[in-house]
C-alpha cells in the first residue's frame, strides 16, 4: 500500500469537503476551460449549460456535449467538478430579446441575453443550496465583464442570494489560455456566439 499516495488522496478529500459549492454558468466548452482552472482550487465547481439562445438545437447539443465531456475528462486532484443542464427553452430567449433582433453583437439584446441566463443560474443555484454562482461569459473579448457582473450583482441583490462572484477571465491572458486548453481537449471551438442573430452576422461577412 502506498500510505503517502492514501495520505495525500485523504487530505484532498477533506479539503474538498470543506470547499464551498458554486455553480458555475457555461456557454460552452473552450468558455470553461479558464474558468474552471482558476476556481476549482478553492470551490466544488458544478458547471450549468444554461443557454436557451443557442441555435440552431443541433449546435446547442454539440456544445453542450463538448462541455460535458470537458468535465468528465478533466481529472486533477484538487477538483471535484460535476455537469448540469438547464431547460432548454428557445422561445424563453425570444420573448426575452424581442424587439432587440436587430442589434448589434454587445448592445441591448446581448444584456438581455446575459440576464436571462444569469437570472436562472441564481434561480437553480439558490434551490440545489449553492454558496454562489457565476459564469464563464466574461472570458470573452466580445463581451463587456462590467455589464455582466453588475447584471449579476444586481440579481444577487434582489433575490438575497447566493452570492455572485464577479469575474473577468479574459484578463491576464484569459482567452488565450481557453485556446491552449481547448487544443488540450481537443474541443470544438464555434464560429459565432450563439443566437441565430449572431450566427447570419457571421454568415454575412
Ligand atoms: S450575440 Fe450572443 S450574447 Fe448576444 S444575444 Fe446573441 S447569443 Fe446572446
Not at 484538487?78 to 453583437?105: I, Q, R
Not at 441591448?108 to 436562472?120: G, H, I, N, T, V
Not at 447584471?151 to 464577479?166: F, H, M
Not at 473577468?168 to 487544443?183: A, D, M, T
Request: aromatic share 12%.
Amino acid at each position: 500500500m502506498n500510505f503517502n499516495q492514501n495520505l495525500y488522496i485523504c487530505i484532498t478529500t477533506a479539503m474538498s469537503n470543506f470547499k464551498e459549492k458554486l455553480l458555475l454558468h457555461a456557454c460552452c466548452g473552450p468558455c470553461s476551460t479558464t474558468a474552471l482552472e482558476r476556481l476549482f482550487e478553492q470551490y466544488r465547481v458544478t458547471v450549468f449549460y444554461y443557454n436557451p439562445n443557442i441555435a440552431p438545437q443541433e449546435e446547442y447539443i454539440h456544445r453542450k456535449e463538448e462541455a460535458k465531456r470537458l468535465v468528465n475528462e478533466w481529472h486533477e486532484p484538487s477538483n471535484d467538478l460535476s455537469f448540469a443542464e438547464g431547460n432548454y427553452t428557445p422561445e424563453v430567449f425570444y420573448e426575452a430579446v424581442k424587439g432587440l433582433e436587430n442589434e448589434p453583437e454587445g448592445g441591448a439584446r446581448c444584456l438581455k441575453c446575459f440576464e436571462l441566463r444569469l437570472r436562472e443560474t441564481a434561480r437553480i443555484a439558490r434551490e440545489r443550496g449553492f454558496d454562489a454562482f457565476c459564469t464563464t461569459l466574461t472570458v470573452s473579448p466580445h463581451k463587456n465583464a462590467q455589464a455582466i457582473n453588475d447584471i449579476g450583482t444586481l440579481i444577487e441583490k434582489e433575490a438575497g442570494g447566493p452570492v455572485y462572484l464577479p469575474s473577468n477571465f479574459k484578463k491576464q491572458n484569459g482567452y488565450k489560455r481557453s485556446i491552449e486548453l481547448s487544443g488540450r481537449f481537443n474541443l470544438y471551438r464555434q464560429h459565432y456566439c450563439g443566437c441565430l442573430f449572431s450566427k447570419n452576422t457571421c454568415n454575412k461577412k
